[in-house]
């Protein structure tokens, strides 16, 4: 079975432009999560969606969004670039059966590193 | 507050050598997950263990195991017999009872293993 995909794998792009960020969560998950995981760090999140609602929001500027379609596929959009959004941005999935479910484990895809220059 | 503290930023060891990477963590939560992952130079995290608050039972998997304890809010990771592919870095993570899903990762410990 395939694991969590993500694409792009690399990105290089320049401050103020915008970037969008794709997942494919493993079948029969329905819940996805983001993170942002800068270099020498531990990952940190950002959104969490089940059922394609939000249920999850990290400590992130209105500049970061996402969104998650009837397939459970997710995306993630960052405007206006800074240098800082450089990082390796990882989506996991998970099997939660509920809305409070927490006790499932994240799968986490290879992630798409960003570079901004 | 809810936080995770690896002290350890990097260990390195020979081949076979036996390994604990500790993990100490911090919630004022009853109910709560605790989570190792690895992670090696392709990027992927790899989920190795869950462990309940209410499940205190020490736990192996071959050469891994896991020792938690609750009185000293620890939960540490040890490796028997290390081999050059353990070589990667590896976060403990919380998870509160009824979030909404996110994990609080450490920082990470790099463990190199030479051969």
């Known amino acids: 079975d395939a694991g969590v995909t993500q694409s792009p794998t690399h990105l290089i792009k320049t401050r103020g432009q915008h970037v969008t960020l794709r997942c494919s969560p493993i079948s029969g998950h329905k819940s996805v999560s983001w993170y942002q995981q800068v270099l020498g760090q531990g990952p940190q999140f950002i959104f969490q969606y089940y059922e394609k609602e939000e249920r999850g929001r990290g400590n992130f500027p209105d500049r970061f969004s996402a969104r998650q379609f009837p397939n459970y596929s997710s995306e993630l959009n960052v405007n206006a670039l800074l240098l800082g959004d450089s990082a390796l941005y990882l989506c996991a999935s998970s099997l939660r059966t509920s809305s409070y479910d927490s006790n499932q484990p994240q799968h986490f895809g290879d992630g798409t590193r960003l570079s901004i220059l | 507050a809810q936080k995770v503290t690896q002290a350890q930023t990097e260990i390195s060891v020979v081949e076979k050598e036996d390994v604990t990477l500790d993990c100490v963590y911090e919630?004022?939560?009853?109910?709560?997950?605790l989570f190792w992952y690895k992670q090696p130079p392709s990027g992927e995290l790899v989920f190795l263990i869950r462990r309940n608050s209410f499940d205190e039972q020490n736990e192996i998997s071959g050469r891994y195991s896991w020792n938690f304890q609750k009185s000293t809010s620890s939960f540490n990771f040890t490796i028997t017999a290390s081999q050059v592919v353990d070589s990667a870095v590896y976060f403990c993570?919380?998870?509160?009872?009824?979030?909404?899903?996110?994990?609080?990762f450490g920082k990470g410990t790099k463990l190199s293993v030479k051969p």
């Open positions: 919630t004022r939560d009853t109910t709560y997950y």
């Open positions: 993570a919380l998870r509160n009872g009824g979030s909404q899903g996110n994990l609080i």
